[in-house]
């Protein structure tokens, strides 16, 4: 019995001996592994930055509008004769619309036919001396007023057309009597709507920050949902003079090409607005990583020694596949890392593979 007491001890050192070894031997050889780790270069691929010519552009949503709109109805009250078009009837300038009631036209004609004789008795008269050149001109400015009244009267009795365009909202019928109380959404009293959509036009509100820049004839694409393909040219127009105090921004107007008629007022609509052509670093999408937990993004560049550096960056615009990106630390020629990028780390040594 004493023999196995002395026994166990010796035993259990001697196995508390061999397991001590075997750790010290595992963690020796994965230090090992991380220090070979370490020394191993990563392999990356690169490409060579160099700056490139691009469209500096802004983005933003509108709902095309026609280009012309006129609400169109008689500058006096009066019977409506009859109207001439129907809801998506297309006119051109000059088509006639209504006739309204001619009886106040007719009452018209007879006084300018009677001032009209009237002056010409007195103008041969004022000729050979007889009259005064009071009665003259009197004569004359009778004249000239029955003269006004009969193109007023006549404007106002047969309706035409002042645009090209389609009718898109009929508010009377013939006989029906126009009061001129305002009958429409924008409060405006009319007997048809005109619009004008080829072509049309497009309203954004710009920030304050680009007035210096926008000009009337810059160029802008047009696209729609509805039309995911296609791609619709505008061309700036008309830019407002002054800068809204409440928003910071000012409006421009974009007539927009509408050759086919495929677009129509009340689209929703996206607005890309070239302002400027400029030199810039474009790198592809993939390049760029991000931080975890931020919005922090970052390239890493292969340095003179072979090192990676890892370089945060702005991201300036994105062009399909590629990103316009902007870093104080950033040259033309650095290499950039296309592939292989998530493995590293700053100092990292990499190996360059084709």
């Given at each position: 019995m004493k023999t196995l007491k002395i026994q166990?001890?010796?035993?259990?050192?001697?196995?508390?001996?061999?397991?001590?070894?075997?750790t010290k031997t595992e963690a020796n050889n994965k230090e090992s592994q991380v220090i070979a780790d370490q020394q191993k270069k990563v392999p990356v691929k690169v490409m060579k930055i160099s700056k490139k010519i691009i469209d500096r552009k802004i983005d933003y949503t509108a709902n095309l509008k026609a280009f012309e709109e006129v609400h169109y109805a008689p500058a006096a009250q009066g019977h409506i004769k009859s109207i001439s078009v129907e809801v998506g009837s297309r006119v051109s300038k000059g088509d006639l619309l209504a006739m309204m009631d001619n009886t106040q036209l007719e009452t018209a004609l007879l006084q300018l036919e009677n001032a009209e004789s009237n002056y010409r008795r007195l103008d041969t008269l004022y000729h050979?001396?007889?009259?005064?050149?009071?009665?003259?001109?009197?004569?004359?400015?009778?004249?000239?007023?029955?003269?006004?009244?009969?193109?007023?009267?006549?404007?106002?009795?047969?309706?035409?057309?002042?645009?090209?365009?389609?009718?898109?909202?009929?508010?009377?019928?013939?006989?029906?009597?126009?009061?001129?109380?305002?009958?429409?959404?924008?409060?405006?009293?009319?007997?048809?709507?005109?619009?004008?959509?080829?072509?049309?036009?497009?309203?954004?509100?710009?920030?304050?920050?680009?007035?210096?820049?926008?000009?009337?004839?810059?160029?802008?694409?047009?696209?729609?949902?509805?039309?995911k393909k296609r791609v619709f040219a505008a061309e700036v127009f008309r830019v407002s003079p002054?800068?809204?105090?409440?928003?910071?921004?000012?409006?421009?107007?974009?007539?927009?090409?509408?050759?086919?008629?495929?677009l129509r007022p009340g689209m929703f609509s996206r607005v890309s607005l070239s302002i400027d052509k400029v030199e810039a670093i474009v790198v592809p999408a993939i390049t760029i990583l991000k931080q975890n937990g931020t919005n922090n993004r970052y390239i890493y560049v292969v340095d003179k020694n072979g090192e990676?550096?890892?370089?945060?960056?702005?991201?300036?615009?994105?062009?399909?596949?590629?990103?316009?990106?902007?870093?104080?630390?950033?040259?033309?020629?650095?290499?950039?890392?296309?592939?292989?990028?998530?493995?590293?780390?700053?100092?990292?040594?990499?190996?360059?593979s084709k």
């Open positions: 166990i001890p010796l035993i259990a050192i001697l196995l508390a001996s061999v397991v001590s070894s075997c050979l001396n007889s009259i005064s050149e009071q009665q003259y001109e009197s004569a004359k400015n009778g004249y000239e007023l029955a003269k006004a009244n009969v193109n007023f009267m006549s404007e106002n009795t047969k309706l035409t057309s002042p645009i090209n365009g389609i009718i898109t909202a009929k508010y009377f019928e013939g006989g029906e009597l126009f009061s001129g109380v305002p009958n429409t959404e924008v409060g405006k009293a009319a007997i048809v709507t005109i619009m004008q959509i080829n072509p049309l036009k497009a309203v954004i509100d710009i920030s304050e920050k680009y007035y210096p820049v926008v000009k009337k004839g810059m160029k802008a694409d047009i696209t729609s949902d509805i039309y002054i800068i809204n105090s409440n928003s910071r921004t000012f409006e421009v107007e974009l007539v927009v090409e509408n050759k086919n008629e495929i990676a550096r890892k370089i945060d960056i702005e991201i300036v615009n994105r062009f399909n596949e590629n990103v316009e990106i902007y870093s104080n630390e950033l040259n033309e020629g650095d290499l950039v890392v296309v592939a292989g990028q998530e493995k590293l780390a700053n100092g990292i040594e990499v190996e360059i």
